[in-house]
């Protein structure tokens, strides 16, 4: 197993021992800027979710509105399990610089488990929803809502997986630089979907409730 | 239970036309041929190890452009039935349903399945060794963007002969395309096989702007970097940015006729619109995806076989960046007749007008290129040459649709199916083949013959103005497109037929090109030195066909047209490659993931299309396997010793 | 030798519109009112700005080609380093820049135009629109007749066309009258036209709609005031009514010839707008109150 202390040396010869240990490897900064683009790409598609669910929010064909669906105590709980996940995402970002495996997986564990109750909770809100007569074939409105918000659930569904199989082999190899990379690209991935979820409990759940 | 069986087949299968059955036994024909011919040479193992396993950009790139090829032939014979049916008037050769079938197959097979495969043969053959490096910078990445691609053109073509063809146009626009008034699984194959090969164009899209930044040979800054690496680079920002919203709508539509939702129905509170707009958000970048890099060709051509530097580099860097931006500006200029207000429709009209400025200084830039230069008209700049009329004419006609009001009397018409051809033809195509001929000797190792090239050539530029010319005419006379039959009156016939005859033209140059290609494959002119065109750029440096490292030794680059400066000071890469003893290189392994993860892909997509929701979900639970295969894959390289390196250079002649 | 055969077919192409344009097979360059004249007018506005960048472009080209052709006794000057001049690059961006910034200007005022009855002409009068698969249906408010694949309209007065549609889009287009206008589930949406002579004119349906779309064409019979009051006279008293069971059968998917009705159901096309999502679209919705302000004051 390699631990930071040997992996640094070895490359202090063309960066000085200054760069991060993700960056190390030659295909990391490849990878982690191609990782920036690939966020890039999510914003157009969210982005166009979101433009499609503006133009169909009022689009409710007698069905029920935003404002009589929304219960504030649902998607507060969503937002409360997704902004802590995302900071506990970066408290393992921080083991992982300190090269301390230990807490680097269990602040991981900690946010995979957050995920999984979000996702758990979303899920449970779209069976009340569906239990109500609220589907996705109801209306425009609820067609657009479902799709908005189950995309950015399935994002962190896909977004568990690979954390958990990330967890493995930190587990196997320990902190080196491709785990480190990979570490760093999946937290990436984390707090974008954080800021996914700010957007739709502002613009979705807030002025739904509010409006 | 035989009863059902039948019943099931006879939905399953496209039954009822002599054309389908025909083509059902040529694809049983030539399957077999195919397989007897591998088990016969005993070559399973080869195209297994060599081609779809390869994570070799240039092995990937001519698997791009084979599949290009074949998919331009489907999308030609497409053409013509459409051309044959409307010759005369009140032609029955095709019925109306499968006319919409055939019209829909073309538009989507030539955008979708030939100029961007097309494209990214060019863009994986050409980019890392006109950088100087040894590989894009996703190598496993490329190979699942080709089989995504791969299997997604796979998926569409079967419609043909199972299921039923999609009908609804290449824009497939709600509600017309919803299950009320479109059932069936045509329209599924379309929203399926375009979803999965527009995933693969994104990986593209990422993969080529990190390597262009981030692989670039020492001392090649931006600013010294080739216009056709520069084009990629646009014509990859505005894929990232264009192709999610193509996703959404594609997403979209296909909920509404899988799930029941309501995003684009008539009743429910669905909006149509929405799919238009989103639609278009990637459609009208789409065009400057595909005729961008096509610019990029026409630079390095005309520059090549001027014998000259291309005039004015940093308008000609500025004019890409400037298209880049611009394009995702006018998207709404496809329906100005959709009841948008007068102050939106001016300023899509104005913002696509725009776009004018940077193409018109394009144009003379290359014009004063070529001004005092030494021009010779191989094959590759003679399309290069007729690609400059035909886009200048085919730009103008834009610009006369840019203007609403006149649109609101070309909209729908031949005027607009006579533009949009001279731009997709006269520029990407034109465009794509001149730099198929430039490069072909790189990827293959010897010329195509000139003299049936010439013949093809003349061919194919004469019928294309004879076939589209006419067009124009039609449009003022009100024919409207993708109509499958006109009445005698409406005067239409005369120009309708000449117009048929220049399609023809264009089908025997097509054939001219085939048989170009197999008589080269034999007698062909091999090229020896690497540089059979003079070039100035760091692909003439290297042997042709490439060593599968590209470079044995990274070069360092201190000028535009690297390797023109190189020459000049007698410089060579063989001479590099003494200066210092050779270093083993770390090369990606095959890997036979991509594939099978295409394989998977096909089957969630042939699921989807039939409504088998429990062969989609094993089709997405395949995709997620591999997906964690790779994430838990650590050995996935190899190392190159110098020693092997040193004896395939030596055995080139370069050391 | 291939700059000739260009020159050949680009002469070829032009005079093709030359000799053959002036015959009446060409409606949208022979319009007979206001609106495609305007059109007609931009249409060969920007051809001349487009010619005047494409016609020194390939004359250029093809005097380069021959002038610095690789021949071994060419004498033309080459110079393989001269790669920049700002002067020159200064020329070809400012004229692109001139042209378009002269075009766009023209068309955005003509748009702006275009969204207003023709000037100096008569009363408008109103024609409600709904294309259905593969027909259209076209019903005067005024005066509470309808008529199936054809309309009869009175020469110089200005038309309003009122547009929807009770099926999949599609595109309402008179070349000889002006340009067209999209016919949208749930919108309705306005198109001005007008016929200065009296003639019929084929209108189309531009837009595919499936199996039947080639046959979706209708007449626009222009008459004189006189005329087609009678013809108004004329469907009141002998063709039948149009029933809501009646609607409903022309629904159906089918291609037929002209019909006539007498009367129809009051807010058929109101309801049509709004079954097909017309509560959601404020814009047009607007449009339709300031309209029936305007036809109320007229009945007034």
């Given at each position: 197993m390699t631990t930071v202390a040997e992996k640094r040396p070895t490359n202090a010869g063309h960066d000085g021992g200054r760069l991060p240990l993700e960056y190390t490897r030659h295909e990391g900064p490849l990878n982690i800027l191609g990782f920036w683009i690939f966020l890039a790409t999510d914003v157009v598609l969210f982005a166009s979710l979101f433009a499609t669910y503006f133009v169909l929010r009022t689009h409710v064909d007698g069905g029920p509105t935003d404002k009589e669906l929304f219960g504030i105590s649902g998607f507060t709980i969503e937002t409360v399990l997704l902004l802590t996940s995302s900071f506990t995402g970066s408290l393992a970002v921080y083991a992982m610089r300190n090269g301390n495996k230990k807490r680097l997986l269990g602040w991981l564990i900690v946010t995979l488990l957050l995920g999984i109750a979000f996702v758990g909770y979303e899920l449970h809100e779209f069976l009340d929803y569906a239990a109500e007569g609220a589907t996705m074939q109801r209306s425009a409105f609820l067609s657009a809502f479902f799709t908005l918000v189950g995309t950015h659930g399935a994002h962190v569904t896909f977004g568990i997986i690979w954390m958990a199989s990330i967890i493995v082999q930190i587990a196997r190899y320990g902190i080196d630089a491709i785990n480190a990379r990979k570490t760093f690209i999946v937290s990436l991935y984390w707090h974008f979907l954080d800021i996914i979820w700010i957007f739709i409990f502002t613009t979705v759940y807030m002025m739904g409730v509010v409006s | 239970m035989l009863e059902s069986l039948k019943e099931f087949a006879g939905h399953f299968f496209v039954t009822g036309e002599p054309l389908i059955y025909m083509s059902d036994v040529a694809i049983v024909v030539v399957s077999l041929a195919i397989v007897f011919t591998l088990t016969y040479l005993k070559k399973w193992k080869w195209l297994w190890k060599e081609w779809l396993t390869t994570v070799d950009h240039k092995k990937i790139g001519i698997m791009y452009l084979i599949s290009a090829l074949l998919m331009l032939f489907r999308g030609g014979v497409d053409a013509l039935l459409m051309r044959t049916q409307l010759a005369l008037p009140n032609l029955h050769f095709l019925d109306p349903q499968h006319y919409n079938e055939i019209f829909t197959t073309h538009g989507t097979i030539m955008i979708l399945f030939m100029a961007m495969p097309f494209l990214f043969a060019l863009f994986n053959i050409v980019v890392p060794l006109q950088i100087g490096a040894r590989d894009v910078a996703f190598p496993y990445l490329n190979a699942i963007s080709f089989w995504l691609f791969f299997f997604g053109a796979l998926l569409f073509n079967l419609s043909f002969v199972i299921g039923g063809s999609p009908d609804a146009g290449w824009v497939s626009y709600p509600p017309l395309t919803e299950l009320a008034t479109d059932p069936g699984p045509g329209e599924n194959f379309y929203l399926l096989s375009l979803q999965i090969s527009g995933i693969g164009s994104i990986a593209t899209g990422i993969n080529f702007i990190v390597t262009i930044l981030k692989m670039r040979a020492p001392g090649m800054t931006l600013m010294k970097m080739p216009l056709f690496s520069w084009s990629v680079l646009a014509s990859c920002i505005i894929i990232v940015f264009a192709f999610p919203a193509l996703t959404v709508a594609l997403a979209l539509l296909m909920f509404d006729r899988l799930f029941g939702t309501h995003f684009f129905t008539m009743l429910h509170g669905g909006n149509p619109m929405m799919y238009i707009n989103l639609f278009w958000v990637w459609g009208h970048p789409e065009v400057y995806i595909a005729v961008l890099p096509a610019f990029g060709v026409i630079s390095e051509v005309v520059a090549t076989f001027s014998r000259k530097s291309v005039f004015g580099y940093k308008s000609m860097v500025a004019a890409l960046m400037v298209i880049t931006v611009i394009n995702y500006l006018v998207w709404a200029h496809h329906f100005f007749t959709m009841g948008a207000s007068a102050g939106v429709n001016a300023y899509f009209a104005v913002a696509t007008m725009l776009v004018g400025i940077p193409t018109g200084v394009k144009v003379f830039n290359w014009l004063f290129t070529m001004f005092r230069g030494r021009i010779r008209l191989t094959l590759p700049m003679l399309w290069a040459i007729a690609f400059i009329p035909c886009f200048a004419i085919g730009g103008a006609t834009g610009v006369m649709l840019a203007a609403a009001p006149a649109d609101y009397q070309y909209h729908n018409s031949f005027f607009l199916i006579a533009h949009f051809h001279q731009t997709l033809i006269g520029g990407v195509v034109f465009g794509l083949l001149a730099g198929l001929y430039y490069w072909w000797p790189k990827m293959f190792g010897f010329i195509l013959d000139e003299r049936l090239g010439k013949w093809a050539f003349w061919f194919f530029n004469i019928g294309f103005y004879v076939c589209f010319m006419p067009m124009y005419a039609l449009g003022f006379m009100g024919m409207t497109r993708r109509v499958y039959t006109y009445p005698a009156e409406t005067g239409w016939t005369g120009l309708n037929f000449v117009s048929t005859i220049g399609a023809y033209l264009m089908g025997i140059g097509f054939l001219l090109i085939v048989a170009q290609v197999l008589y080269s494959i034999k007698y062909g002119k091999r090229d020896v030195t690497g540089d059979p065109w003079d070039g100035r750029t760091l692909e003439w440096a290297l042997p042709s066909p490439v060593p599968h490292y590209n470079f044995a030794r990274i070069p360092e680059v201190s000028e535009l047209d690297a390797w023109w400066h190189m020459k000049q000071n007698g410089e060579t890469l063989a001479a590099q490659n003494k200066k210092a003893p050779l270093e083993p290189i770390h090369m990606p392994k095959n890997t036979g993931r991509p594939f099978i993860m295409g394989v998977f892909f096909f089957i969630a997509g042939f699921g989807f299309v039939f409504n088998w929701f429990w062969m989609g979900a094993i089709g997405l639970i395949g995709v997620v396997i591999t997906l964690i295969a790779r994430s838990q894959e650590r050995d996935t390289e190899y190392e190159i010793p110098a020693e092997e390196i040193r004896r395939t250079e030596s055995a080139l002649g370069r050391l | 030798m291939k700059s000739r055969w260009w020159k050949g077919l680009i002469l070829g192409a032009f005079s093709l519109f030359a000799l053959t344009g002036c015959s009446e097979k060409y409606p949208v360059l022979h319009p007979v009112g206001p609106v495609g004249e305007q059109e007609l007018f931009l249409i060969k506005f920007s051809t001349l700005l487009a010619a005047i960048v494409v016609i020194p472009v390939i004359a250029l080209l093809i005097f380069i080609v021959y002038r610095y052709r690789d021949k071994p006794d060419n004498q033309a000057p080459y110079q393989p380093e001269w790669s920049e001049s700002k002067t020159l690059e200064f020329v070809w961006w400012a004229i692109p820049i001139l042209i378009i910034g002269i075009l766009g200007a023209v068309t955005a005022k003509q748009t702006f135009a275009l969204?207003?009855?023709?000037?100096?002409?008569?009363e408008p009068l109103t024609i409600q629109v709904t294309s259905l698969d593969w027909k259209w249906v076209f019903m005067y408010p005024d005066q509470h007749i309808a008529t199936v694949n054809y309309a009869e309209i009175p020469a110089g007065r200005p038309i309003q066309f009122v547009l929807t549609a009770d099926a999949p889009m599609n595109s309402f287009w008179v070349p000889a009258l002006g340009g067209q206008e999209y016919a949208m589930p749930g919108m309705a949406m306005r198109l001005w036209l007008q016929a200065d002579k009296t003639g019929t004119f084929e209108g189309k349906g531009a837009n595919f709609t499936g199996k039947g779309f080639a046959h979706m064409t209708f007449d626009v019979k222009s008459v004189n005031e006189s005329d087609f009051n009678k013809w108004v006279a004329d469907v009141k008293k002998s063709a039948p009514a149009l029933t809501k069971d009646g609607y409903k059968e022309l629904r159906k998917p089918s291609v037929m010839g002209k019909k006539s009705f007498s009367s129809y159901p009051k807010d058929l096309f109101m309801d049509t707008v709004m079954k097909n999502g017309g509560k959601y679209m404020n814009n047009h919705w607007m449009m339709m109150d300031q309209q029936e302000k305007q036809m109320d004051h007229h009945d007034h």
């Open positions: - | - | 969204t207003h009855p023709p000037k100096n002409s008569g």
